[in-house]
């Protein structure tokens, strides 16, 4: 199993500015995931995180708009750049070993005034 | 992309009654999962089932697949107040590399004291 501290839990946000996302696991993990779920939706795959390699984003996601930091095993950033209020979300960090459950973090909902 | 489907997307009833999710899939997989969330926090796995099994158990909860029609079954016995979540199925899919899942749409889970 994995315990995922995810920060910060919830934030309001100014159009224009940037957010950081942190989430700090209690095991090394070789993957980390970012989801992005909007209101009364599923969960979306932003990207993959792997450590000491650029991320993997998926389509419709850029590194300029969400870049992510992965500077060691345990740990993960994702900032949400210049906001707009349609990136009011809640933000998922998740981790999984092999092909077994996934573990997430609190998660951080954000509201972008 | 989500490839999964729920029904019904919001599910109402009564403490005691059974709670019943289906979830439908479009391609091969190694497992699917079925998760928890409660009002927008982390998600929290319940069960998964391989993609050679027909029916598990767990607690309160069973859940079958059917991989010739490609759905899955959530059901929850005797339910209580505190049951009421969200409930996403995930699919971990063969064509899939690394450990990403695929979340279904969810089903919104109202138990009523």
């Known amino acids: 199993s994995a315990v995922i501290s995810q920060k910060p839990s919830r934030d309001i946000c100014q159009r224009g500015t940037s957010l950081t996302i942190q989430c700090q696991v209690d095991s090394q993990v070789t993957m980390m995931f970012w989801y992005r779920q909007q209101p009364g939706q599923s969960l979306t795959l932003i990207a993959t995180?792997?450590?000491?390699?650029?991320?993997?984003?998926e389509s419709g996601f850029v590194i300029d708009k969400f870049p992510i930091s992965r500077p060691n095993l345990t740990f993960s950033t994702l900032t949400v750049s210049n906001m707009s209020p349609e990136d009011s979300s809640i933000y998922l960090c998740s981790v999984r070993t092999g092909r077994t459950e996934a573990f997430f973090g609190q998660g951080t909902r954000l509201t972008v005034v | 992309s989500q490839q999964g489907e729920e029904d019904p997307q919001a599910l109402s009833i009564q403490e005691g009654e059974n709670a019943t999710m289906n979830c439908s899939y479009k391609t091969s997989i190694n497992n699917l999962q079925w998760y928890r969330q409660n009002s927008g926090r982390g998600l929290v796995h319940l069960i998964l089932?391989?993609?050679?099994?027909r029916e598990k158990h767990s607690g309160r909860l069973r859940v079958t697949l059917d991989t010739s029609k490609k759905s899955s079954s959530l059901l929850i016995t005797a339910s209580r107040a505190a049951d009421t979540a969200s409930y996403f199925c995930a699919t971990d899919d063969r064509e899939t590399s690394g450990s990403r899942l695929t979340f279904g749409e969810g089903t919104q889970l109202t138990v009523n004291p």
């Open positions: 089932i391989r993609s050679n099994e």
């Open positions: 995180a792997n450590q000491g390699s650029e991320a993997t984003y």
